[in-house]
């Protein structure tokens, strides 16, 4: 039985399911109280069940048990508390009750179902009051809520110390990934002025290929033979994007186009990347901790993977110095290799990525750099997520060279927008540019003598 023998509360710890150290006020930081609406009855008897089940439950005989077998001993204390109490809730009321606890004593709170809801891409908690949530690349009011601050902080604390971070006044900031892969950032009091925020970025269980991507209409079959072919041909490429604009997604689509006999090392400040190749390593760097030792950043992991015998590295996203070691590998013979990088356009990107250079401070002048650029990527795909929610590839540019000290592109293939509905939805196709790509040329031989 998970009853407590005694009523006395213990401490909290980073593995306790069910602190009930979580419930006192010297546990969570002082937040300045906003304006808030009186809580409803529903809210008094979350809080009111929470409180008592946390005072009645042994937490190690909780953390020991399966979840079924947690949920059965949970329901028959939920239902004594509502009978001892006398809380007037129907049976379906009671159950949800029961989920909700259960759910937090070994998930993350109210919003664990948003978790396992496929639709879901983005989940985003604004304080204890609003659920934000991202389906189909529009943003919608979710009607889960938190009983209050206290109880987002503490669901806040759970997630940070599920991996060896803690949140409080004096680290109100952690980056942290969940269980099945998902990314989190949560920021809390004194920084978010309206309480603790905790923004989720779901890990994709489904791994699309560029032609369930082409029957989604976020590129066309001939954009599919381009680079199924450019991953061929072993070429880098580079995914250029906004955030949320489906990089990742799309690099895992280019990833299965991967033989099978290359060693491939994956570079990621969180684990996305679901390759299903034979030979993977992957690495994940690790943020400074509490003592502001022990970081490992992705510069590191570079230098590393090109010690590791590597045929192609992915670098989950280029945003600093590590640019210039990924440039090195991939013009010292790790051909293939891919990498993502934030930009509204390939000229952009080149433009980043030619910042990024200087960031390694490299005493390179600007001619070099770019020099260097246009021997490593061969292929800028520019991936965007459109006014109406859609992803798409709106660009695949080839890098042709230089001329002179700029930097020579063609396109390939872009999206044209021909129409927009009163609701917002576009219309449009993906148009050719009539250019032949200078690869099929240079790797005919892969291609029939194409």
Do not use: W
């Not at 609003?130 to 690349?137: A, D, K, L």
């Not at 990924?326 to 993502?340: E, F, I, K, P, Y």
């Not at 390179?364 to 929610?389: C, F, K, T, W, Y």
């Not at 044209?416 to 240079?442: M, W």
């Amino acid at each position: 039985m998970i009853i407590r023998p005694t009523r006395k509360s213990p401490e909290a710890t980073p593995g306790n399911p069910a602190p009930a150290a979580a419930r006192a006020a010297n546990d969570a930081p002082q937040r300045v109280a906003a304006a808030r609406p009186a809580d409803t009855l529903g809210t008094q008897n979350r809080r009111l069940i929470r409180n008592q089940l946390y005072d009645q439950i042994d937490p190690l005989k909780a953390a020991a048990l399966g979840r079924d077998a947690l949920r059965q001993q949970v329901e028959g204390v939920v239902r004594r508390i509502c009978d001892d109490s006398r809380l007037q809730l129907s049976r379906q009321e009671e159950q949800a009750v029961c989920e909700e606890m259960l759910n937090e004593m070994v998930g993350i709170g109210p919003i664990q179902p948003l978790l396992h809801d496929d639709s879901v891409n983005d989940i985003l908690v604004n304080g204890a009051g609003t659920v934000f949530v991202e389906r189909y690349g529009k943003l919608e009011l979710s009607p889960i809520t938190f009983i209050d601050e206290e109880h987002v902080f503490n669901t806040a604390q759970r997630i940070a110390a599920a991996v060896g971070r803690r949140i409080d006044e004096a680290n109100p900031m952690v980056d942290a990934r969940l269980a099945d892969g998902s990314r989190v950032n949560v920021i809390t009091h004194p920084l978010a002025i309206d309480g603790t925020t905790i923004s989720i970025r779901k890990f994709m269980r489904r791994n699309m290929s560029l032609e369930i991507l082409a029957e989604r209409s976020a590129l066309s079959a001939d954009m599919v033979e381009v680079l199924k072919r450019g991953m061929l041909a072993k070429l880098n490429i580079v995914v250029s994007g906004g955030t949320g604009a489906g990089k990742t997604t799309l690099l895992n689509a280019l990833s299965q186009n991967i033989s099978d006999a290359d060693r491939v090392i994956t570079i990621e400040d969180a684990a996305e990347l679901q390759l299903q190749q034979r030979h993977v390593v992957r690495l994940e760097t690790r943020p400074v901790s509490a003592e502001g030792t022990g970081k490992v950043d992705q510069r590191d992991l570079v230098r590393n993977a090109l010690r590791m015998r590597p045929d192609r590295i992915i670098l989950g996203e280029v945003r600093g110095g590590e640019c210039f070691d990924m440039l090195q590998a991939m013009n010292t013979g790790h051909d293939g290799s891919l990498c993502t990088v934030h930009a509204n356009t390939p000229r952009d990107a080149i433009m980043r990525l030619e910042n990024m250079v200087m960031m390694a401070g490299m005493q390179l002048p600007l001619e070099a750099i770019r020099r260097q650029i246009a021997s490593a990527v061969n292929l800028i795909v520019q991936v965007e997520r459109m006014r109406d929610g859609a992803r798409r590839i709106v660009s695949v540019t080839e890098v042709c060279g230089m001329e002179n000290d700029v930097i020579q592109t063609q396109e390939l293939y872009g999206f044209k927008t021909t129409h927009i509905d009163a609701e917002g939805r576009l219309s449009g196709q993906f148009v050719a540019s009539g250019q032949r790509p200078l690869f099929y040329t240079q790797h005919a031989h892969l291609f029939g003598g194409l």
